[in-house]
């Protein structure tokens, strides 16, 4: 040091560099000066890296070290230890004058299991006169490599070596229980940023996946399971979500683009998701990099200082070689023929484009068709339920003795139009892709199997239940992937109200009536009655009950026979001490002692559900529980201070829990009165309006 000594800062840039949302540059502050005697500093541990993949019992420890002397060091004493265990030491001969030398173990560590490690390294000379500098620590995550594909991950086995890091990080796996997010898209696990509650402010978090050898696919393809909700700022950058790729760990790329891929980014500007209540699971495909075989992935997440919601959940990552697609065209004017057998799958296409795929299970089918019906109209419905503009006919020659594995393709337009279907005040849809199952129609005369739902009369309606299909996200939408002991007409449907009911037409009409002593009669007509054996009556008691779907026979009437024509049955429910809603639905017994089930019906005694108002006070949305039997008017009413009526509202009741939506978005703070006639009775609610 010398008189004239000084020091300055200047600071100049191009990328932020401090706060990266801001650029909120360089802060200075506890400034010490002072001189120091060989010293030696252990600058930083370069390898491996922290994400690293496939690392051995002896993976090579390397580290920087720097002399900020004005001489040459020699005899360099250093070392590492791995978890706090034994240390390795070693001494690097020489280090040159103000330079800095990489320098490599001989001695590796064994860092072969698949797990997270803290490794120390020391710089550890006697005569330096500043120890400060000379130590750093390093945290490694093992994964391992992914060379089969292709490669499906649910995330019900556990963490499938996925795993979480960064600044304030809100990533956890298990069960989501959020208001919105409060389920995974297949089975019980996921991952999302906070199980229950939201993501946390200020954060810069990673998702991790294990890392992928994809040198051998020609267009390896990420799809994957996504739920979203994100504060959206319209053209302000405040929360977003984007996934990120990298060939060795170190240097991370944004993967894809707005406008590439399905469901990929929705903010061009940005190009990340940043989006509030897509929180119904759905597909997001993108093509990965080609050629890489330490393939790494991670999603982030990054939100500002206020404001935050639940954020991302994923599921079902689904990596593999996309050569086909799904089939995107009109209905086929003839089936896809091939011959079936073997033990691998076996896929049909059109036009290049996959239809269905079948995994015979070594079983000879023989010449099989398969066929795909496009529906190009308004979303259809029967028997109170939408269904998919998809559905697919297979007929092999030889019929499987035992169960054959079947892929059924359909793309993610057609769920959203099946989400968004109206017309049909009564009938029921999915909320998501995931909650699909399958009706399967079966008839003795395969000519029937024709794609057509309208000429379903003689044969076997049976249900295939949403938690017994796998749904995986793929291409420009999914496949469920279900086992059969037979081969039919499929369609997809969400079972109605007890998710179980397939789309029958047999059944041309079931209805269940109050009496005035209290009983209830069921009638249902059916049409071409063939093979029946019985009609056996269920009963479900009450809410709880038949969403637990605990129906309790209580009768039967016995099938009067084969007829072409139709034919009318009575049942009645004499039991006393009627109390709440009843649910009934018939459970039809055939000859060969295969069974499908009816819609479900109710009646509704007394008051089941408690009326109310919630949330009360509002902004103004408000919504109004209520039940009534099928067919019930409920007419509601909105009165101001003055007394005037502002709104009114008339809907029909269907037997089963419904809301009444009330907007008074726009009206002055205050109170109205909302008052209700419905079934012969008048109740008057107080609405607080802030």
């Known amino acids: 040091f010398s008189t004239s000594f000084q020091v300055r800062w200047g600071q100049w840039g191009q990328i932020a560099a401090t706060d990266k949302r801001s650029a909120g540059g360089y802060s200075f502050d506890d400034i010490r000066v002072y001189q120091v005697f060989n010293d030696m500093q252990m600058l930083s541990i370069d390898a491996p890296v922290k994400s690293s993949c496939a690392l051995t019992s002896s993976t090579a420890i390397q580290v920087s070290v720097r002399n900020s002397s004005n001489s040459v060091i020699n005899s360099v004493p250093v070392k590492y230890r791995i978890n706090n265990g034994s240390w390795i030491s070693e001494t690097i001969p020489s280090v040159a004058a103000n330079s800095i030398l990489q320098y490599s173990f001989t001695t590796g560590a064994d860092l072969s299991a698949f797990n997270t490690y803290t490794i120390q390294a020391i710089v550890d000379l006697n005569n330096d006169s500043f120890r400060e500098n000379d130590t750093t620590t390093a945290t490694v995550v093992n994964s391992p490599v992914i060379t089969s594909f292709p490669y499906l991950q649910n995330f019900e086995g556990g963490t499938g070596n996925w795993y979480a890091d960064g600044k304030n990080s809100s990533w956890q796996y298990g069960t989501p229980t959020s208001a919105k997010i409060k389920n995974a898209a297949s089975g019980a696990k996921a991952w999302k940023t906070r199980l229950q509650g939201n993501y946390n402010d200020l954060e810069e978090s990673y998702l991790y996946s294990p890392c992928f050898d994809v040198t051998g696919m020609s267009n390896p393809t990420l799809s994957l399971s996504m739920a979203l909700d994100i504060e959206d700022c319209n053209t ?33 500007a940005f190009q990340l998701w940043a989006i509030q209540d897509f929180t119904r699971w759905h597909v997001a495909t993108m093509p990965l990099p080609t050629g890489l075989n330490r393939l790494r992935l991670r999603i982030v997440m990054a939100a500002d200082p206020a404001v935050n919601r639940e954020g991302i959940a994923v599921d079902d990552i689904h990596i593999y070689d996309n050569t086909n697609g799904i089939y995107d065209g009109v209905t086929m004017n003839s089936p896809v023929t091939q011959t079936v057998s073997g033990n691998n799958w076996i896929d049909f296409t059109s036009n290049g484009k996959l239809i269905a795929s079948l995994q015979p299970n070594n079983q000879n089918l023989g010449s099989t068709d398969v066929q795909a019906y496009i529906n190009s109209g308004a979303v259809r419905h029967t028997s109170s339920q939408y269904y998919l503009d998809r559905n697919i006919t297979i007929r092999p020659s030889s019929a499987p003795a035992d169960s054959v594995t079947i892929r059924f393709y359909f793309l993610e337009k057609e769920t959203d139009s099946l989400i968004n279907a109206t017309g049909c005040a009564g009938c029921t849809k999915p909320i998501s892709a995931y909650e699909l199952g399958i009706s399967k129609y079966s008839d003795i005369d395969k000519s029937f199997e024709n794609g057509s739902i309208g000429d379903n009369l003689q044969g076997m309606w049976n249900f295939i239940t949403s938690d017994k299909i796998a749904k995986v996200p793929f291409d420009k939408g999914y496949y469920a992937e279900f086992k059969v002991g037979s081969f039919s007409e499929f369609w997809l449907n969400n ?22 002593n209290s009983n209830v009669l069921l009638q249902w007509k059916v049409s071409g009655e063939a093979d029946v054996s019985k009609y056996e009556v269920e009963m479900a008691r009450g809410n709880t009950e038949l969403q637990a779907g605990n129906f309790v026979k209580i009768g039967e009437v016995a099938s009067q026979g084969n007829n072409a024509g139709t034919r009318t049955y009575n049942f009645t429910d004499s039991e006393t001490d009627k109390f709440g809603p009843r649910y009934y639905r018939l459970k039809i017994i055939n000859l060969d002692g295969s069974f499908a089930y009816s819609l479900v019906r109710s009646v509704v005694f007394d008051a089941p559900v408690q009326w109310q108002i919630y949330p009360n006070p509002s902004n103004g949305l408000f919504s ?65 309006k802030q």
């Not at 302000?236 to 993967?255: H, M, P, Q, R, V």
């Not at 703070?669 to 107080?686: P, R, W």
């Open 624 to 688: 109004l529980v209520y039940q009534l039997n099928t067919g019930e008017e409920i007419h509601a009413r909105i009165i101001d201070a003055k007394g005037s009526v502002i709104k009114e509202y008339r809907k029909m009741a269907n037997g089963f829990p419904q809301k009444l939506s009330i907007d008074l978005l726009g009206k002055a703070s205050g109170i109205y009165l909302l008052q209700v006639d419905a079934a012969g009775k008048k109740q008057t609610f107080k609405l607080y």
């Open 495 to 516: 079972g109605s109200f007890d998710k179980t009911t397939p789309l029958p037409v047999k059944m041309v009409d079931f209805t269940v009536q109050k009496q005035a």
């Open 236 to 268: 302000t950058l405040c929360d977003g979500a984007w996934i990120e790729y990298s060939a060795d760990g170190l240097t991370w790329n944004k993967l894809g683009a707005y406008g590439q891929g399905t469901n990929w980014y929705n903010k061009a």
